[in-house]
């Protein structure tokens, strides 16, 4: 564990990999220290936001030392259904990449709980992960210009859902009525951080 102090009301934690950013989440998210008003997981990193006017880095960061985050522990922002027609355009070659076939990828993909690690790439992006390690596949090759809005991919040992049309190199493997990102709604993100997510197969 490294600690930084960053931008004078905010601790950097760099941890070894995921599973650690997900262990001390969901340690801090629990009994966050005196003055923490804010907690942003990355991939390999914990971002503290803090008030200066309660607290100051070295005293964060002197709390953050002395947490001892359980193996395998994982925050819990509570549970979502999200239906999936699972006829993306990517599903064939995941199913040959798993060795699952592609009924093989839908059994196995609806049959674990996901949950949202961290969010970033687009608004309303979340990188959700799972405990199937099958699921861990390469982006494409040749990355798409154009995803439609709510389809449902996976890349690497991740599986998300894209807010909107954009570019994307992740492979398709479905697609959803569910919105992730809606300005309409308070907050706008569907899909934040501890949020455990199980896919449904839309009939």
Same mark, same amino acid.
């Given at each position: 564990? +490294?600690?930084?102090?960053?931008?004078?009301?905010?601790?950097?934690?760099?941890?070894?990999?995921?599973?650690?950013?997900?262990?001390l989440y969901a340690e801090l998210v629990e009994d966050p220290p005196e003055g923490v008003v804010d907690l942003v997981p990355a991939a390999r990193?914990?971002?503290? +936001?803090?008030?200066?006017? @309660?607290?100051?880095?070295?005293?964060?960061?002197?709390?953050?030392? =002395?947490?001892?985050? @359980?193996?395998?522990?994982?925050?819990? =922002?509570?549970?979502?259904?999200?239906?999936?027609? !699972?006829?993306?355009?990517?599903?064939?070659?995941?199913?040959?990449?798993?060795?699952?076939?592609?009924?093989?990828?839908?059994?196995?993909?609806? =049959?674990?709980?996901?949950?949202?690690?961290?969010?970033?790439?687009?608004?309303?992006?979340? !990188?959700?992960?799972?405990?199937?390690?099958?699921?861990?596949?390469? @982006?494409?090759?040749?990355?798409?210009? +154009?995803?439609?809005? @709510?389809?449902?991919?996976?890349?690497?040992?991740?599986?998300?859902?894209?807010?909107?049309?954009?570019?994307?190199?992740?492979?398709?493997?479905?697609?959803?009525?569910?919105?992730?990102?809606?300005l309409q709604r308070d907050p706008p993100a569907l899909l934040v951080p501890g949020l455990r997510v199980t896919f449904v197969e839309a009939s």
């Amino acid at each position: 564990m +490294r600690l930084l102090p960053c931008a004078g009301s905010g601790l950097l934690v760099e941890l070894d990999d995921l599973d650690a950013v997900l262990a001390l989440y969901a340690e801090l998210v629990e009994d966050p220290p005196e003055g923490v008003v804010d907690l942003v997981p990355a991939a390999r990193t914990l971002l503290l +936001r803090i008030d200066p006017a @309660r607290t100051d880095p070295t005293q964060v960061a002197r709390a953050v030392r =002395a947490v001892e985050p @359980r193996s395998g522990h994982r925050p819990d =922002a509570g549970r979502l259904e999200v239906p999936v027609t !699972y006829d993306g355009e990517d599903l064939a070659e995941v199913g040959r990449l798993t060795g699952l076939g592609e009924r093989g990828v839908i059994e196995a993909h609806t =049959a674990q709980e996901w949950t949202v690690a961290f969010c970033g790439f687009a608004p309303g992006f979340g !990188y959700l992960v799972g405990t199937d390690d099958r699921f861990t596949v390469p @982006r494409r090759a040749d990355p798409r210009t +154009r995803v439609p809005a @709510r389809s449902v991919a996976l890349a690497g040992e991740f599986t998300g859902v894209y807010p909107r049309e954009s570019p994307g190199g992740w492979q398709l493997i479905g697609r959803t009525s569910v919105d992730p990102w809606d300005l309409q709604r308070d907050p706008p993100a569907l899909l934040v951080p501890g949020l455990r997510v199980t896919f449904v197969e839309a009939s």
